[in-house]
């Protein structure tokens, strides 16, 4: 699922991908170990479909699950 998720991602079939970035968060549980990856690739879904704020809140959930990494992004593109 996430896979495909991804290559969704790359192919700009952003819908798509945001769709299939829910469901892998069903499997991996929305706290499990991948899913603050998840839930990243997701923002990146919902931005590039302009829905800033369904994005930050992506981008808020991987950084509270140890996306650790994201700070910089949530800083530039989130307000506070």
Known sequence: MYNEAIQALKQKKYKKAEELFIKALELFGLTGVGSSHV??????????????????????????????EIDKTIKEICPK
């Open 39 to 68: 839930y990243f690739n997701s923002a990146l879904a919902r931005m590039k479909q302009g829905n800033e704020s369904l994005a930050c809140g992506d981008f808020r959930r991987a950084r509270k699950i140890g996306y650790a």
